[in-house]
């Protein structure tokens, strides 16, 4: 039998709406370079991985100047759905040949431009042996308040025991695939997998892996790419 391979799979047919530019957020600049592109450049690097899969919208008018100039490990799919569920689903189907049920699948969010070679290879170590797979995440700090009426405080949640998932996600091809299937709309690939009654394993990340959402997010991304923070 021959040991399971790892793939990349992201995610980049969103709009970002909340970052009010006028082109999609993945390709937004941050020190120099689209976030979309310096996401491609760190999964290029990482000898653990196989190769890349990138889901873009079929009318996508920015990947083909965002694409480093080495393709021998990446492939764009035009394949993106209405949402992140989808194209990542849809994603799944587009590479089935290339790829097999064993093999781990990293799906990762074009919009954390901060991802590290050893962040990867942390999630892979952590997870290569494990019989379901998990996720990136790091630990709640803040003190989390429920808003109820008027805007006023509910109650106070505690915050033991809760994480800020992240991504790289990893799970294997066939139960990743079939999760999504089967699932209703998800926000990230682990609740699918929750779905069918399995504990996806969280493997605590870093704060410099957040999502970049809204305009404020790309100076403080700028600052933990300069190595400033």
Do not use: C
């Not at 991802?115 to 989390?144: C, K, N």
């Not at 509910?154 to 915050?159: C, F, I, K, L, M």
């Not at 079939?178 to 704060?207: F, H, M, W, Y």
């Not at 959402?213 to 991304?221: E, N, Q, R």
Request: zero cysteines.
């Amino acid at each position: 039998m021959n040991p399971p391979r790892y793939f990349a799979l992201i995610p980049a047919a969103g709009v970002g709406a909340r970052m009010g530019e006028k082109i999609p957020k993945q390709y937004v600049s941050i020190a120099g370079k689209p976030m979309l592109r310096r996401v491609l450049d760190t999964f290029s690097i990482a000898e653990s991985v196989t190769h890349t899969f990138v889901v873009v919208s079929q009318d996508d008018a920015y990947i083909d100047t965002t694409l480093p100039v080495d393709m021998s490990r990446l492939t764009v799919l035009r394949v993106g759905g209405a949402t992140r569920h989808l194209s990542v689903l849809n994603g799944l189907h587009a590479m089935r040949d290339q790829v097999s049920d064993d093999d781990w699948i990293l799906v990762h969010d074009a919009a954390r431009p901060g991802l590290t070679i050893t962040l990867i290879d942390t999630l892979i170590h952590s997870l290569q042996d494990d019989e379901i797979g998990g996720l990136l995440a790091v630990p709640v700090v803040d003190t989390l308040k429920r808003s109820g009426s008027g805007g006023r405080v509910e109650q106070t949640v505690a915050r033991d025991h809760l994480w800020a998932a992240q991504t790289p996600q990893m799970f294997r091809y066939g139960l990743l695939r079939r999760a999504l299937e089967q699932a209703a709309t998800v926000t990230d690939e682990a609740s699918a997998i929750e779905a069918l009654g399995l504990q996806p394993k969280l493997v605590e990340g870093n704060a410099r892996n957040f999502k970049v959402t809204l305009p404020h997010d790309v100076a403080l991304a700028e600052l933990y790419l300069k190595g400033l923070v």
